[in-house]
Nanobody, 122 residues
Framework: QVQLVESGGGLVQAGGSLRLSCAASVRTLGIFPRGWFRQAPGKEREFVAAINWSNGNTYYADSVKGRFTISRDSAKMSNYLQMNSLRPEDTAVYYC???????????????WGQGTQVTVPS
């Protein structure tokens, strides 16, 4: 059973930065923790960012492009989401996601993290 452990959420003022981390608890063959989704109150869960585990290519939602950067550490089975220039509309619970594809987009997550809250007051 793969568990995705997230960290790094919190409260930050508009314009500030946060870095989210996600680590897979076990190294499971063919499962890659390579994406992030978020869910704001009263809204559906939406895609934020993903990375190709093989070649490092990255993909972003239009709403975060140019502000967020996803990276990975294959040896640690981890990925990181650097979030800069945060806005109130970025307030949401952020979920790490894993699937069995090197880099399929859109992702079809098989595993989810427990979620970490990011709050940017208006």
């Amino acid at each position: 059973q793969v568990q995705l452990v997230e960290s790094g959420g919190g409260l930050v003022q508009a314009g500030g930065s946060l870095r989210l981390s996600c680590a897979a608890s076990v190294r499971t063959l063919g499962i890659f923790p390579r994406g992030w989704f978020r869910q704001a109150p009263g809204k559906e869960r939406e895609f934020v960012a993903a990375i190709n585990w093989s070649n490092g290519n990255t993909y972003y939602a239009d709403s975060v492009k140019g502000r967020f950067t996803i990276s990975r550490d294959s040896a640690k089975m981890s990925n990181y989401l650097q979030m800069n220039s945060l806005r109130p509309e970025d307030t949401a619970v952020y979920y790490c996601a894993a699937d069995s594809s090197w880099g399929r987009v859109p992702m079809n997550p098989t595993y989810w993290g427990q979620g970490t809250q990011v709050t940017v007051p208006s």
